[in-house]
């Protein structure tokens, strides 16, 4: 059983090419990572699947259905949910408010407030502050409300690009161990992060290298690649 399947994927901005035959699966219940240097063609991957830029060429298919031709908000209502780079939040609404416009009804059953207690759990930082506008909270604090916002969608695939961005470490690990929390709750996760502390966390995963996929594999097979050991050990 996959959840997402990503086959042969070419994606182009004009004459460039910055993803070509891109393939993975992601299982349910996986922290799959897409690891890579600074343009290898994360982003690029992550939008197609959002709907954000059309392919080339290739397959995305969720639950076994393919996407096509189909429009992020489409995308967001099958349940695919992705925190961009930057953090897209609103600066001048509350984070309460950042939470609430982010809710979608359609996904689920559950009221506002109980997803939003939901989130406030995994986030207590953010009850705290539920009232303070969010452009003048500190980025940990913009990228766990980021991640709140992303998952009032109630998603079956959270999908960010590259959380640990501009983040202390201490701020990173606990945005990472939060993660792993949300995992844990049965949501399954494609992490995209240049920062190879984040395959701590995954099941498996893939390394893109100038838009191609230079390794594939599980924890393991991953760690012993000399994205990882080279980022560890400076070898
Ligand atoms: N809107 C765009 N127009 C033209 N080229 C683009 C555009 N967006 C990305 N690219 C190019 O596509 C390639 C892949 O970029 P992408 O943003 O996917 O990389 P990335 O792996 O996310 O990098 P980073 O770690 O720096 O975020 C790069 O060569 C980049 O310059
Ligand atoms: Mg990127």
Redesign the pocket.
């Known amino acids: 059983m996959t959840l997402l399947t990503v086959e042969s994927l070419k ?4 004459d ?1 090419i ?2 070509r035959d891109v393939s993975f699966t992601v299982k349910p219940g996986e922290i799959f990572v897409l690891l ?12 197609a699947i959002s709907g954000l ?1 059309r392919p080339i060429a290739g397959r995305i298919a969720m639950e076994g259905e393919a996407l096509g031709a189909i429009k992020p908000h489409a995308v967001a209502r099958l349940g695919i949910s992705h925190v961009p ?1 930057g953090r897209r939040i609103f600066p001048n609404l509350s984070v309460d408010d950042n939470l609430t416009v982010s809710y979608l009804p359609t996904r689920t059953d559950k009221s506002l407030r109980a997803i939003l207690d939901e989130v406030y759990g995994l986030f207590p930082r953010l009850r705290e502050r539920h009232k303070q506008m969010a452009g003048t909270m500190s980025g940990g604090e913009q990228q766990m409300l980021a991640i709140g916002r992303a998952l009032m969608n109630c998603p079956k695939l959270l999908m960010l ?2 959380p640990s ?1 501009g983040l202390s470490p201490v701020m990173t690990d606990l945005v990472f161990e939060r993660l792993e929390a949300i995992s844990n709750q049965g949501l399954t996760i494609l992490l ?1 992060e ?1 920062n190879a502390s984040a395959i701590d966390l995954a099941t498996s995963g893939v390394i ?1 290298s100038n ?1 191609v996929v230079s390794m594939a594999g599980d924890r393991a097979a991953l760690s012993s690649t000399q994205y990882i050991q080279k980022a560890y050990l400076g070898v």
């Not at 994606?11 to 004009?14: A, F, K, Q, R, T």
């Not at 890579?36 to 690029?44: F, L, P, W």
């Open positions: 994606v182009g901005y004009g460039l910055a993803v890579g240097a600074n343009g290898s063609g994360k982003t690029t991957t992550l939008r830029i780079e690009d590259e961005l995209v240049q893109l838009g």
